[in-house]
Structure formats: C-alpha cells, structure tokens
C-alpha cells in the first residue's frame, strides 16, 4: 500500500518532500526510488520556479538528531528521506500532509489521531471516512493530466481505468494535438466570447472527426488542427 501511495506522490508531484517512517521497505519500492535517484543524477536540474520548486535540491523536512536510513532524490528536485524505525505521534509535527498506509489498523487510527492533534490533513488507507483528501489514480500524457477518483470506494476500478485511459490516449499524438492546441489559441483575435466560440468550434470538430466525421472540421483557413495533429511536421497545416 505504501508502495502505491508512494509512486502516485511522485508520478503526480515528483518535486515533493517526502518522508517516509517505517521499520522495513520492500524491495520494489526500493528500486522505484533508486529509479528516481538515477535520473536524478544524470539530468541536469532546471532553476527554481516561484514556489521555491525544482533546481537545486532544497532540504527537506527532517527529524532532529536522527539519521536517516537512506535518502533518494529526484530530476524535479524533490526528495524521499526513510526514517528505519516505528512511529512516533510527534513524527507529524514536520508534516504538511500525513498518509498511513499499514496494514495495521491501531497504527493507521494513532497516526490519524496525531495528525488531527496537529491539525494536518490525512489520508488513511482503505477508511474513506477517515481521510481530509484521496490520492487519485493520474493519467498523464505530455501536459494533459487526467485525475480518477472514487472517493477511495473502490481504488481497484480507478487503477484499470487509469489503464484503459493510457492504452487508449497515444502519447505522441495526444502531447502534439495539445501543442497545436495552444498555438492556434495564442493566434486568436477578437474578445474573450469571440475566442471562446473559436475554441469550442475546433475542440467539437476534433471530438466529431476521432469519431468518424472527417467532414465536420470547420477550422479556421490554415488552421487545421486535425491534420496538424497527424502530421509529422511540428507546426499546424493549411487546409481547405
């Protein structure tokens, strides 16, 4: 379970600050993390954004006078430091966000109970009642991010619809539609409803031809962006 967790953290916000506490890891989630360490030390990392996010790694939160068991890095900045050891209820006092994520349900409840203490939002595994917010199945394809949640009711139909999404949206195309996508928009003129009208038109077309009705685009003279999207040129084509 932590595991899962812990991979939807970083897939989803790979510029985290982690801290994880546990007296054991498993093998897999130790090579998710040496996955990311590895890329971390072979990509040269960007500069910090506003929010103070990537470039170089920023400390993150530790627990005084201990020593971590292991620390791993990613290329966006974040970092994931595992502390060898059970719980303690001051532990959530370095936290912004707290997940339990055991097997044992006396443990899950004291971790909620202390983060409530502490006035931190919570996510308990498997108790829906118990959590402040869920962690999401993401599909993601070039800049389009898409979020499944069933309110922790059922984490199973998220994760193969997650699965579905991904082996139905093509990575290249749907990253090179979007692309056209935001050039068409920042050549459009006129008001704000002029350009909303604009949009909708093409984004109906494209829905209307992926469905069959390759006569419906009504784009704009050299803007189409149903063929830019199948083009192996990197900008929008003209079309009649």
């Not at 009711?153 to 994760?159: C, L, R, V, Y």
Request: aromatic share 8%; net charge negative; charged share 25%.
């Amino acid at each position: 379970v932590g595991e899962e967790k812990l991979s939807f953290i970083l897939k989803s916000s790979p510029n985290a600050r982690v801290v994880i506490v546990a007296p054991w890891m498993g093998e897999e989630l130790k090579a998710l993390l040496d996955k990311y360490d590895d890329a971390a030390r072979t990509q040269v990392q960007g500069e910090l954004d506003e929010a103070g996010f990537g470039g170089e790694q920023l400390t993150a939160a530790r627990f005084k006078d201990e020593l971590a068991a292991k620390e791993w890095s990613t290329s966006a900045g974040g970092t994931v430091t595992w502390y060898a050891r059970k719980f303690f209820t001051s532990d959530v006092k370095i936290a912004d966000l707290v997940i339990a994520a055991t097997n044992f349900k006396d443990i899950n409840l004291a971790v909620h109970a202390a983060a409530k203490k502490a006035r931190r939002l919570t996510n308990i595994a498997d108790t829906p009642s118990l959590c402040d917010f869920y962690l999401g199945s993401i599909v993601t394809r070039g800049p389009l991010k898409i979020a499944i949640s069933t309110n922790g009711q059922s984490p199973t139909f998220a994760k193969r619809f997650r699965q579905f999404l991904e082996a139905e949206l093509p990575d290249f195309e749907t990253t090179n539609l979007l692309d056209n996508l935001k050039l068409f928009r920042d050549r459009l003129t006129g008001d704000f409803q002029a350009k909303v009208r604009q949009l909708n038109s093409v984004t109906n077309s494209l829905l209307a031809s992926s469905a069959g009705a390759k006569n419906s685009c009504r784009c704009p003279e050299g803007e189409c962006l149903v063929e830019a999207a199948v083009s192996e040129e990197d900008t929008p084509v003209a079309s009649a």
